[in-house]
């Protein structure tokens, strides 16, 4: 059993980060994932990290003692099996994440989801990635994943940066879930805490994300999280109330896991001890 670090990260950086090593554009060895997931455990920012994130075709690798979140690569027919196998190997199943597959039929394909998660007896969160823009059926699909109780998952950065969100569209989905009190887990492109931009487009920063969230809760517009979103000023950004943000937005899977923590020490959010 790997020994559960001190509780040196303060509660509102716990757990932020999920850790993706084997995802792209990481793609680290499984077993080399697995070996610095392991070695970081007794260091103070420890706790900054949470669930390690595997695709289902790897679970079968995965140490008992490791907090996993499993992404299914088929969709709500994977469902079954990975219980199945997580109940054999007495893992520690920290949530499921899957995206709709069916663009014609969305809503239906959160309910099938839902069914073979309820039909499994899952009791972790699940994240439903409805991909695409804010469109009345992308709406109807959230309102769905809202009523079986589940959660989003938000895709906010891709390998080819023309395909990464733009702000505005970030802050329709950002207010989307919260119009439903609906919590959400970010992927894809959140390495660092303030918005930048690396060779070939923009890419979205954590930190941002985190006050867009908070600015949509407290009463502002989707222009108003649009313009926080695309935001550069660190030490701004630094003054969000990430306690209240952190209720809605829960985590993020990020390849590079000491990218995150290099960014709040610089910007005075985390201190060594």
Known sequence: MAPTPAPTIPTDWRGLVDDAAVFPPGDADLADAFGAYADRS??????????????????????????????????????????????????????????????????GNVRRIDAAVRAADLRVPVHIEVPGPATPAWLAAADEVAACDHRLKLRLGHVDHDLVPDAATVATWIDAALDRECRFKATAGLHRAVRHDPEGGGAHGFLNVLAATQSLWDGGSVADATTVLEERDGAALARTDVAGARRWFTSFGSCSVTEPLDDLLALGLLEKP
């Open 42 to 107: 007794g260091e103070w920012w420890a706790g900054l990290v949470g669930s390690f994130v595997v695709p289902d075709t790897a679970l079968g690798s995965v140490p008992a003692d490791v907090p996993v979140s499993v992404v299914l690569t088929s969709g709500a027919g994977a469902v079954e099996g990975v219980a199945g196998l997580a109940a054999r190997k007495g893992l520690r199943l920290a949530g499921l994440e899957v995206a709709v597959r069916d663009a014609d039929d969305p809503v």
